[in-house]
């Protein structure tokens, strides 16, 4: 046997133990070794019946991440081989589920003749998220197992599910005792073969309009994807053909799911979703701080949804308000957040009091002298958030973490106001913070390794995506945001109209377009942020806001008063505003921009290539450490579609010469300086380098 695989037996029952560490891969040594096992263990007249398990924590988690996206070894059996090898032994076969059986490690267990799994055990076919299917039988043989639609829901979620929780069919029994349950079943009960039993397929079959209903509940959530949809195809061909060829069609699918760009968007995320978490600047040994207590000053929209992070991750938070009536309010929000989820059946009555009884208010800045980490979360006001860092230096512990949650001030200056800079960290959130994943934290210049260290474990703890970041203006999120909505605005007073942008920008897969969100925010923030920060400048051609401007000034605030950048009826419906687009021509008249047809490709390309050439220079300029960390930020907290893998990705899958052949084409064509292509991106191009190629050397 090789040494990932080990043999042992038991009362005439041959275990066969998958050993490979840490989560007992299927990789090409595994492969080999357990066709042979398995091969041995059929031939011997001395073994009764078989059992295959896996030693520590996992059954098998999965195919070897190492060898995805790679052409198959010549020689070495794939995993249908062993899949079928298991099936058609002779003598029984059980799997003994000891812990997680995904993907691959599920079609194996699904190839053995019974399953028993441990109660903590989790069992599921996650290839969707990878942007594939289930190519080795899974999706033939779940649904033998389970039936259509519980294989369905399954196969085209990709969650794991505890064994308690699976649907019937999956576990013949759920045991503490997996092997020595398994072996006993093994003793007991005769060969049963899944490819050969087509029980479970027969309400499907009388049913065959099933699988367009399930299609039709998928379009929302699915927008934009393939390979669910992928998924429903394959599991249909169980019912339209027979098990040998509805198989070799299912690796046909299987296969072209692999070679599109999904696949490798999706794969670049999984990866990068778990990459993020190494931050190159922060030395390999440094040690997070412990964190057992929070505060959180200022319990408005932010800081309550950051201390609900607290409190769902089972840790005390103290949040602090100006007066009593501002912190009535404050937890007032939060409870009637909470109470919300309790409704929808999403939580229970039991679990939200015991979540605010974490969260302790208190107007008084004595109370945040134990926390181990404190969130500030004011009004963005400099001069303000510099006041609070100096009380704060009077009143936390030694070692305590200093947070500030803003989104432009300069971390630096706020670290300044206190004694202690290398104590202070950005921990910027997204709105509702207690739901977006991203946690884009910002180290200063003077940051220490073990605070940037914990404002990552911080993430971990809470449940977030955290990205690490420097200082600059806008960070890399809403930097980015910027050259973005530039180009959105822009591109209306050239000739589109705001729906029109908003369209093309949703059909390239975002939530919703710039003028939606804007709306949607409110554009008296904007608005704010502009005069504060006295960039507004109508007569500048450079200016991208005089609509947006305009639109407030005429009290057109978004969706809080019914109107902004579209019309809304009392249900939010939304519509576009003659008004609007009179004021628009008007304004590109004052502007002096010819009004012309534009299209979605151009809209596309100049707010996406936009956004692009601003990631450039954020790597250029360090702010950034890795394309992979602008692809988390957007995903995670501006919903960039997840299979185009992040705009990092997506550029070099567009390819830089013709993102930068473009960039170039419409710099040159105005006076549109804002796009002029960055550096590194010039750079690479004539290197022949991709933003991946780049990132191999940090
Ligand atoms: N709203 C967003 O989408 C968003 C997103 C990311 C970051 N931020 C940043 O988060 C911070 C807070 O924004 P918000 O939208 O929650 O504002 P908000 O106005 O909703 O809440 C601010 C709260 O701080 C309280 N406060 C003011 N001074 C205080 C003091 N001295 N001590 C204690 N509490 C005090 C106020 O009473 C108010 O409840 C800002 O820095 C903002 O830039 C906001």
């Not at 390999?284 to 929070?294: H, I, Q, Y």
């Not at 059909?507 to 003028?515: L, R, Y």
């Not at 920060?533 to 407030?552: H, I, S």
Request: glycine share 10%; with cysteine.
């Amino acid at each position: 046997m090789t040494d990932v695989i080990k043999t042992a037996d038991r009362e005439g029952v041959r275990i066969i133990t998958i050993d490979n560490a840490p989560v007992n891969a299927i990789s090409a040594a595994v492969r080999t070794g357990l066709l042979a096992a398995t091969k041995a263990a059929d031939a011997d007249p001395a073994v009764k019946a078989i059992v295959v398990t896996g030693a520590g924590r996992a059954f098998i988690a999965g195919a070897d991440i190492r060898e995805f996206g790679k052409p198959p070894a010549v020689g070495v059996p794939t995993l249908r081989d062993n899949i079928a090898a298991l099936e058609a032994c002779s003598k029984t076969v059980v799997a003994a589920i000891n812990g997680a059986a995904a993907g691959g490690g599920l079609e194996i267990a699904l190839g053995c003749h019974y399953r028993v799994a441990h109660p903590k055990a989790v069992l599921g076919l996650p290839e969707v998220n990878l942007g594939t299917i289930p190519g080795a039988t899974g999706t033939q043989r779940l649904p033998r197992a389970v039936g259509i639609e519980a294989a369905l829901d399954m196969i085209v979620n990709g969650v794991l599910i505890p064994a308690a929780k699976c649907p019937p069919g999956l576990a013949d029994e759920v045991a503490e005792d997996v092997v020595g349950n398994a072996v006993a079943l093994a003793l007991a009960k005769p060969v049963r073969r899944l490819s050969k039993d087509d029980s479970k397929l027969a309400a499907a079959k009388a049913k065959p309009a099933l699988f367009d209903e399930y299609r039709k509940g998928m379009a929302r959530r699915f927008r934009g994807f393939t390979a669910p949809y992928k998924c429903v195809e394959a599991v249909e061909l169980s019912v339209k053909f027979p098990y040998a060829e509805a198989v070799a069609k299912e690796r046909e699918i299987f296969t072209w799911c692999q070679g599109q760009p999904e696949a490798r968007g999706m794969r670049h995320v999984f990866f990068s979703e778990r990459e993020v978490a190494r931050v190159p600047s922060i030395a390999k040994d440094v040690k997070p701080r412990e964190l057992k207590s929070a505060g959180v000053i200022g319990c408005g929209t932010m800081g309550g949804g950051i201390a609900m992070n607290f409190a769902n991750a089972g840790m005390s938070v103290t949040v602090i308000e100006t007066d009593t009536a501002a912190l009535e309010k404050g937890l007032g929000l939060i409870r009637k957040n909470y109470a919300g989820t309790v409704e929808k059946g999403r939580l229970s009555q039991a679990e939200m009091d015991k979540r605010m009884g974490l969260i302790k208010g208190s107007t008084s800045y004595d109370d945040l002298k134990t926390p181990d980490i404190v969130i500030e979360a004011v009004f963005e006001n400099l001069d303000l958030k510099k006041q609070i860092f100096g009380k704060l230096d009077r009143v936390a512990k030694p070692g305590a973490v200093l947070a500030t949650n803003t989104s432009t001030l300069d971390v630096d200056a706020i670290a300044a106001a206190t004694g202690r800079p290398q104590d202070v960290v950005g921990t910027h959130f997204f709105s509702p913070a207690n739901v977006m994943k991203l946690l884009e934290n910002v180290r200063g210049a003077r940051t220490s390794d073990e605070t940037a260290q914990t404002a990552m474990e911080l993430a971990r703890r809470i449940n977030k995506v955290g990205v690490m970041v420097g200082v600059c203006d806008g960070f890399v999120g809403n930097r980015m945001l910027y050259a973005y909505s530039r180009q959105a605005s822009f591109l209306v007073e050239e000739g589109a109209a705001p729906e029109q942008v908003d369209k093309a920008i949703y059909d390239f897969g975002f939530p919703m377009g710039p003028f939606q969100m804007s709306d949607l925010a409110g554009l008296d923030v904007g608005y704010m942020v502009r005069m504060e920060r006295k960039e507004r400048a109508p007569t500048n051609r450079r200016y991208a806001n005089a609509v947006a401007d305009r639109l407030y000034e005429l009290g057109r605030y978004g969706q809080k008063n019914g109107k902004g950048w579209y019309l809304y009826d009392a249900q939010r419906n939304r519509s576009a505003d003659p008004a609007v687009a009179a004021l628009i021509e008007q304004v590109s008249k004052e502007q002096c921009r010819p009004r012309r047809a534009i299209g979605a490709d151009e809209i596309v390309e100049r707010c996406m290539y936009a956004l692009v050439n601003e990631g450039a220079k954020i790597l250029d300029e360090g702010i950034a450490a890795r394309p992979l960390d602008i692809d988390m930020i957007w995903i995670f907290g501006y919903g960039f579609p997840r299979y185009r893998g992040g705009p990092m990705f997506w550029a070099d899958e567009v390819g830089l010469p013709k993102l930068l052949e473009r960039l170039e084409h419409y710099w040159k064509t105005a006076d549109r300086d804002w796009l002029e292509p960055a550096p590194l991106l010039r750079k690479l191009v004539k290197d022949g380098k991709t933003f991946r190629d780049w990132a191999a050397k940090v």
